[in-house]
């Protein structure tokens, strides 16, 4: 079945320092894919997404990059900071579906 | 996401009782999810409405069951079938078909007494 694998499962960074999560999906037929932050207990909250027409989308300090060809996502933070110290998911949505698939997340820790 | 509210926050199951999870949008939102979050683990999909009388089974629907008799509510009953219930629950919406971003409500906590 369709299947989103992320990596690394943790990840710690120097404040100040850039920090890059990796996704791969299998479904050729996935067009979009999400990115969320979720803050221990709380809600997963929408960060960047990305469409399948669209190669690399930035916002600030944190930017979504798709190679179609590998089945490759990945999200980049730069000059990461202490309040960006959280667990990433990414997903990956199949066109004419309502299915997300997610990975199973990232736990950043920025040092101060 | 104010538009999107789930209660209890917390909640406490008895031995052999089922338990209900509400889930309320008002953001006019036709697709709606429930999703189990288990520490350290990603989001594992229960069941999805598309429309209102209809809902899918997704990955783990065992021990579950849902209705959606209005647009604006999705409840989920954890039944004493499910021996396993302790867990964060998420109920998510978009908005109509194609490419959109779900939306979160902020989750429920079960947990086995």
């Known amino acids: 079945g369709e299947n989103v694998e992320q990596h690394p499962s943790t990840l710690s960074v120097q404040e100040g320092d850039s920090a890059v999560i990796k996704c791969t999906y299998s479904d050729s037929a996935s067009n979009y894919f999400p990115w969320y932050k979720q803050e221990l207990g709380k809600r997963p909250q929408l960060i960047i997404d990305?469409?399948?027409?669209?190669g690399e989308k930035k916002d600030q300090r944190i930017a979504v990059t798709l190679n179609k060809t590998a089945k490759h996502f990945s999200l980049h933070i730069t000059e990461t900071q202490p309040e960006d110290s959280a667990v990433y998911f990414c997903?990956?949505?199949?066109?004419?579906?309502?299915?997300?698939?997610f990975g199973t997340g990232t736990r950043l820790k920025v040092l101060a | 996401d104010g538009g999107i509210t789930q209660s209890p926050k917390y909640l406490f199951r008895k031995e052999g009782q089922n338990v209900t999870l509400s889930c309320e949008q008002n953001?006019?939102?036709?697709?709606m999810y429930w999703y189990r979050q288990d520490p350290g683990q990603g989001l594992r999909l229960i069941y999805y409405s598309q429309i209102v009388n209809d809902f899918q089974k997704g990955d783990i629907a065992e021990g579950y069951s849902v209705s959606r008799e209005k647009k604006e509510s999705f409840p989920l009953t954890v039944t004493s079938a499910q021996k396993n219930p302790t867990a964060f629950y998420l109920c998510?919406?978009?908005?109509?078909?194609?490419?959109?971003?779900?939306?979160f409500g902020d989750g429920t906590r079960l947990s086995i007494l």
């Open positions: 990305i469409r399948s027409n669209v």
């Open positions: 953001l006019n939102h036709d697709a």
């Open positions: 998510a919406s978009r908005l109509g078909q194609g490419v959109l971003p779900q939306h």
């Open positions: 997903a990956a949505l199949t066109s004419g579906t309502y299915k997300y698939i």
